[in-house]
């Protein structure tokens, strides 16, 4: 097999995969015609005198797409400091000389034999990499400070302007800051967030409140600006955009005001004990063509369900029996949060008797047993437990006849939590209850469970 020759003036040509028909091309027409993907013509070049680390080009770039060329073929990562084999094959030098250390003394890519063990700097590679990676930092930066200034831009028009030119200002500055970090910190930096703050309030209309929020919830706000957001008539408009609002506001309603909750300024809210807002949850958690949307409501409600008040006005609305309904067609995620709210509403009361009054509550909660992951065992465990406790007689015959003594008997054999397997060994113990020995050794049995 005919071996590779590299080219004799390494310092000044490169041989490029794409360039045409294994043409040798000179590092600035490699560049300037784009052949290893350079970038748009009219972009800033490198300054005069400017040096630009590689390491640090090559890591806050992250490129998920890099020319091959460019690439170590050991790490697969871009080469900082390219060597070449007597092959002609090409290494980061670190990787390489790795690869010799563990006794290797053949080249990784083609496994011929080195006759010569030496390796020679690819300077011109080098070069390649270098200003490649510099042209695509140079341009990511320009955009940087263009999205920046655009974003600060905006912010002063906000001052001014009022009506359709203030919702389109949001909608740009909206938009600006979901897809750039330096939008996003740019607003922060220049006080941003009490401008946006002072947008909302008993007046604002829904179109102006849907983008201010949506700006808001992609920003990270410290105390004081969660504060301001706290006042009940920008919490009573937030809830009143919820009810009303697109998928897309209601999501950013709902992520807003969980990200508000503090446990102290959340027990001297009451607008988040209203009953408006846990309706408008309850819708959002109900619409199934939306997951996103599912997901963000439930993950409020769970924060809400730490608090005696909600849970009680949760089980009046009938969110009780509602959840229970939306349990089968949840993703893994989803349905943890689901389940956790049901255990946290089953510790009232209230609660725990319109669980019992659902005719299906018994037979998923078994059947979720040792189905998804540890933690939906756990909250189904929980909530069965509760029920048992409840109605024995009337609520274990339900449970053992929908499977529930194999179940248990699955989990005390697992290897999962040592609390579980206790609690499971107690309801199984309460569940014999009702039962002769012959009869509920036949109950244990896993024909059924299993399928």
């Not at 996103?292 to 909600?310: F, M, R």
């Not at 065992?377 to 194999?406: F, R």
Request: glycine residues 6%; negative net charge; aromatic residues 4%.
């Amino acid at each position: 097999m005919p071996m590779f020759q590299a080219p004799c003036k390494r310092d000044a040509v490169a041989v490029l995969e794409g360039g045409g028909d294994g043409q040798i091309l000179d590092l600035d027409t490699a560049v300037r015609d784009g052949v290893l993907g350079g970038v748009d013509s009219g972009v800033v070049g490198i300054r005069v005198g400017e040096k630009l680390d590689l390491g640090k080009m090559i890591e806050e770039l992250d490129l998920s797409e890099v020319p091959s060329v460019l690439i170590c073929p050991i790490s697969l990562e871009p080469m900082q400091d390219p060597v070449t084999l007597s092959t002609g094959q090409t290494y980061e030098r670190s990787n390489i000389l790795k690869w010799f250390s563990l006794g290797h003394f053949t080249c990784p890519t083609t496994m011929q034999e080195l006759w010569d063990d030496s390796i020679t700097p690819n300077t011109t590679l080098y070069r390649l990499i270098h200003t490649w990676f510099s042209q695509k930092y140079l341009l990511m930066k320009k955009r940087s400070e263009d999205v920046q200034g655009r974003a600060l831009e905006l912010l002063e028009t906000l001052k001014k302007v009022k009506g359709q030119a203030r919702v389109q200002a949001l909608k740009e500055l909206h938009l600006l800051v979901a897809a750039h970090a330096t939008a996003r910190k740019a607003l922060i930096d220049e006080g941003g967030v009490s401008m946006m703050s002072s947008l909302l309030g008993p007046f604002t209309s829904h179109v102006v409140g849907s983008e201010v929020i949506g700006v808001l919830v992609s920003l990270t706000l410290d105390s004081e600006s969660k504060k301001s957001l706290m006042q009940p008539a920008k919490v009573s408009l937030m809830v009143d955009i919820l009810n009303e609002g697109s998928i897309e506001t209601k999501i950013n309603c709902a992520r807003m005001i969980e990200s508000l909750i503090d446990e102290n300024d959340f027990r001297s809210s009451e607008i988040f004990k209203s009953h408006s807002l846990l309706v408008g949850l309850m819708r959002l958690v109900k619409d199934k063509r939306h997951t996103n949307g599912i997901c963000a409501g439930l993950s409020l409600l769970k924060t809400l369900c730490l608090h005696t008040e909600v849970k009680n006005l949760l089980v009046s609305i009938g969110a009780v029996s509602q959840l229970v309904e939306l349990l089968s067609g949840l993703e893994p995620d989803c349905l943890e949060m689901a389940l956790s709210i049901l255990d946290a509403l089953a510790s009232s009361p209230e609660g725990i008797l319109a669980l019992k009054d659902c005719s299906n509550t018994i037979p998923i909660m078994v059947k979720l047993l040792m189905k998804v992951s540890e933690n939906c065992t756990q909250y189904a465990l929980s909530i069965l437990w509760s029920m048992c406790k409840l109605a024995p007689e009337e609520c274990s015959l339900i449970a053992v006849e929908a499977g529930l003594a194999a179940k248990l008997l699955l989990v005390i054999q697992s290897g999962c939590n040592p609390i579980l397997k206790q609690q499971s060994a107690e309801l199984l113990k309460l569940c014999s209850l009702n039962y002769s020995d012959t009869i509920f050794i036949s109950k244990c049995k896993l024909t059924r469970t299993i399928q």
